[in-house]
């Protein structure tokens, strides 16, 4: 029996730590499939089976082998499955994209530049319709992850180390974010007794078993099969003792982390600098450049036209349902304040009866949150049964789309409030007017009207800190996902 359960130990614990590889093995394996299938069904639908490249007289199959090897060897040299991206954030998708586009980027330079006819059908259906795929199939298995988290498989266990406050504003941040890689075991604590005791009252960490130790962590991993020590906090550790504890470590099979008191920063501004032996930490200061705004004004452009002409037979049948509805105009707008406190007219369908604003001061004293920076009424009495499915399907922001295509609002951005709202404001706040607001945001697709005034504005805050085109993206595709399956409107 002892020798049984030490087997399935070593097995979880093995298990644990090569998680990465063994998700990395699936994902390689989808992708070699996409790439494989994309590439000669586009041979084969668009040029035939005996086409030869012109003025070569070399045949497409040798041309699309050469061509799946490259894209499959440039997602590999890009670290689309390094254990850094995989599982968590939009990064892996950037990767993804990026290396297609300089893949299909460096094909058509070198095409123009040796002057070899390669057929243009053939490489404007191979990337898009590629690049696409594998986004999707990356996405896929990332639903499944999830799924693996949920039963606490995929996971690295890990034992946090550190002072309490620090341990826990590390597990409270955790605890806030489901389906991380991150599964606490454990918790030592750092410092003297009487501090050890009080954790047991902490709310965040009462269910993580406190631990103790004579700075034998590999015994420590071995008692509850992690294999991994995050670190919250030196204040108790010398930069002697962490060495000491990094050089306990076995190599490959247990990991380090480091976890700075930074919160709410994105992988891409964090860069790691050694300077006279000591490990920086350089945080680049959010900034949006002129080429980065110029992309975002484009994309707004460009998807709000789109949006307006495919979406234009609902927007004349939502109009009659609203007209239907109750005695009023069809579209109702609204002063909001927007970029940098510059006010706008918002616009929206007519979800309300009419003259509804004079109740709004009651209907928030009445609830009790008068005082708090956003203006959400519960089971509003105000809305018709009609402006109800509107906003349940956020079908009522539709009109915004004119807002974009006029430069007042973003496709993806902080919500717009009222000035009232704006008042309340802090300091910290006050930086959601650094950028043009949204008609989707992070806070609409992390829990919408469900969320506290706290956690969305560290949402929106997150996001005009480390906005990217591929995190707009990202947050569209989500916001459809949540209009579909609402949760949180009201």
Not at 408 to 423: D, H, I, K, N, T
Request: proline content about 4%.
């Amino acid at each position: 029996m002892g020798s049984d359960a030490r087997s399935v130990r070593e097995d979880t614990t093995r298990s644990a730590i090569h998680w990465t590889e063994r998700y990395a093995r699936r994902i390689r394996f989808t992708d070699i499939v996409v790439v494989v299938i994309v590439v000669f069904a586009t041979q084969l639908l668009w040029l035939g089976t005996t086409t030869q490249l012109a003025g070569v007289g070399v045949e497409y199959w040798g041309v699309s082998i050469a061509l799946a090897a490259l894209w499959l060897i440039v997602l590999e040299m890009y670290g689309s499955r390094s254990s850094r991206v995989i599982g968590a954030g939009s990064d892996e998708y950037r990767v993804i994209f990026d290396a297609s586009l300089r893949l299909f980027g460096i094909t058509a330079i070198v095409s123009l530049l040796f002057q070899i006819d390669f057929s243009r059908g053939y490489l404007l259906i191979a990337f898009p319709v590629g690049t696409v795929l594998l986004l999707v199939t990356r996405w896929l298995w990332r639903q499944w992850l999830r799924r693996q988290r949920r039963n606490e498989l995929f996971v690295s266990r890990a034992i946090l180390i550190g002072s309490q406050r620090a341990s826990n504003s590390v597990v409270e941040d955790l605890n806030r974010l489901s389906g991380t890689d991150l599964m606490l075991v454990g918790i030592c604590i750092t410092g003297d007794d009487d501090e050890v005791s009080e954790y047991n009252d902490v709310e965040h960490g009462g269910a993580l078993p406190v631990m103790r130790t004579a700075r034998d962590y590999v015994e420590l991993m071995e008692q509850v099969n992690a294999d991994t020590l995050v670190i919250a906090s030196n204040e108790h550790l010398s930069p002697a003792d962490i060495n000491d504890i990094s050089w306990q470590l076995t190599p490959g099979r247990h990991h380090l982390i480091m976890a700075p008191s930074l919160t709410n920063i994105a992988g891409p501004r964090l860069s790691v600098r050694p300077v006279a032996g000591l490990p920086l930490i350089h945080v680049e200061t959010p900034k949006m450049e002129v080429r980065e705004t110029i992309l975002k004004r484009l994309f707004d452009v460009c998807g709000s036209l789109l949006i307006l002409l495919i979406l234009s037979p609902l927007f004349l049948l939502l109009s009659i349902l609203v007209k239907l509805s109750s005695p009023g105009p069809v579209f109702y707008t609204q002063e909001r304040i927007g970029r940098l406190g510059a006010p706008f007219q918002i616009r929206k369908f007519r979800t309300m009866r009419q003259d509804s604003d004079g109740m709004l001061a009651e209907l928030l004293k009445a609830q009790g949150t008068d005082q708090s920076p956003l203006f959400k009424i519960r089971s509003d009495p105000r809305v018709t049964r009609v402006g109800a499915f509107l906003r349940k399907y956020s079908l009522d922001e539709l009109p915004q789309l004119v807002n974009v295509l006029f430069g007042e609002m973003s496709l993806v951005g902080p919500r717009p409030q009222r000035e009232g709202e704006v008042a309340l404001y802090d300091e910290a706040a006050k930086r959601r007017l650094v950028v043009k607001p949204g008609m989707s945001g992070l806070w609409q697709v992390s829990g919408r009207s469900n969320l506290e005034w706290e956690d969305a504005i560290r949402l929106d805050l997150y996001y005009v800190e480390n906005w990217s085109l591929t995190s707009d993206l990202a947050i569209l595709f989500k916001t459809f996902r949540e209009v579909i399956s609402p949760t949180g409107a009201y």
